[in-house]
C-alpha cells in the first residue's frame, strides 16, 4: 500500500503545563538521543522553570511525533532560541523534520523584535548540520560547556507601514526638488521673473515685433528713454 507519510503537512501547536509529559511517549534512537537530545526530564524541567518557554507539539495523522522549544534569550531581546527539535524515529525520513523547521522559523519570525535565531548542534551531527546550513543558519560560535556549535539565523527586517510612508515622502520630496531645479533653469521668462533681472540663464529675451522690420524694446529700456527726455 502506498504510504503518504510526509505528504500531508503536520500541525503544531503549544502544549499547557499539563500536557507537558505527553512527549515521553515518543521513541528516539538511543544512541543519537544521549547525545544530541539529552534526557526528557532535564527537557521538562527547564521548560517548566523558563514560564517564557514553549514546548511546541508537532502532531500528525498518527498523533504526537515530535517537539522543539523556543524561549528568548535573557541577555538579547532580539534573540530567540530553538532547541531539542526531535522527530520520533519511527516518522524519521517523511519530510516533518525540515517542516518543523520551517514552522519554528515562521513562529519566530512573527514574535515583535525577534531578529536573530540560534540554536546548538553538536559537531558529528552532520545530518543535523546539513539540514540548518540548507536553511541558512550560518556558525557563530562554540558553546564550550558542552562542546556545540552555535548556529545564527539573521530574520530579515519587516517593511512596517510607517517606513512604507517616510519611502513615499521622500519620493515625492526628491521628485519635487529635480522639477523645481527644471523650471528654475527655464530658457524663457516666465510670470515669476521680472524683465530686469530676467533668467539665470542669460539677459532678457526679446519681445515679438509689433511693426515689420522693426523690433520693439523691452519696456524697461523705453521708459528709461522717456525719463531722459522729460529731463
Given at each position: 500500500m502506498l504510504s503518504l507519510r510526509g505528504f500531508a503537512p503536520p500541525s503544531y501547536r503549544r502544549l499547557l503545563s499539563s500536557e507537558l509529559d505527553a512527549i515521553r511517549q515518543i521513541e528516539f534512537d538511543p544512541s543519537r538521543a544521549d547525545r544530541f537530545i539529552g534526557p526528557i526530564g532535564d527537557i521538562l524541567t527547564s521548560v517548566k522553570r523558563n514560564p517564557a518557554s514553549s514546548l511546541i507539539a508537532i502532531e500528525a495523522s498518527e498523533g504526537l511525533i515530535g517537539f522543539y522549544v523556543v524561549h528568548p534569550d535573557r541577555r538579547d531581546g532580539a534573540c530567540w532560541?530553538?532547541?531539542?527539535?526531535?522527530?520520533?524515529?519511527?516518522?524519521e525520513g517523511g519530510g516533518y523534520g525540515r517542516s518543523a523547521l520551517l514552522a519554528a522559523m515562521a513562529r519566530l519570525r512573527g514574535v515583535e523584535g525577534c531578529r536573530r535565531i540560534r540554536l546548538l548542534v553538536a559537531p558529528e551531527n552532520s545530518r543535523a548540520l546539513h539540514l540548518y546550513n540548507r536553511f541558512g543558519f550560518h556558525i557563530v560560535g562554540r558553546n564550550v560547556a558542552t562542546d556545540e556549535l552555535v548556529l545564527e539565523f539573521d530574520l530579515p527586517v519587516p517593511f512596517q507601514a510607517a517606513d512604507l510612508a517616510e519611502f513615499i515622502l521622500a519620493a515625492v520630496a526628491a521628485k519635487a526638488r529635480r522639477v523645481f531645479r527644471h523650471r528654475r533653469l527655464r530658457s524663457t521668462v516666465g510670470p515669476h521673473a521680472a524683465w530686469i533681472i530676467g533668467v539665470e540663464r542669460g539677459p532678457p529675451v526679446p519681445q515679438k515685433r509689433r511693426q515689420a522690420g522693426r523690433t520693439s524694446r523691452p519696456a524697461y529700456r523705453q521708459a528709461?528713454?522717456?525719463a531722459l527726455r522729460r529731463a
Open positions: 532560541w530553538l532547541g531539542w527539535l526531535a522527530i520520533d524515529r519511527r516518522q528709461d528713454q522717456r
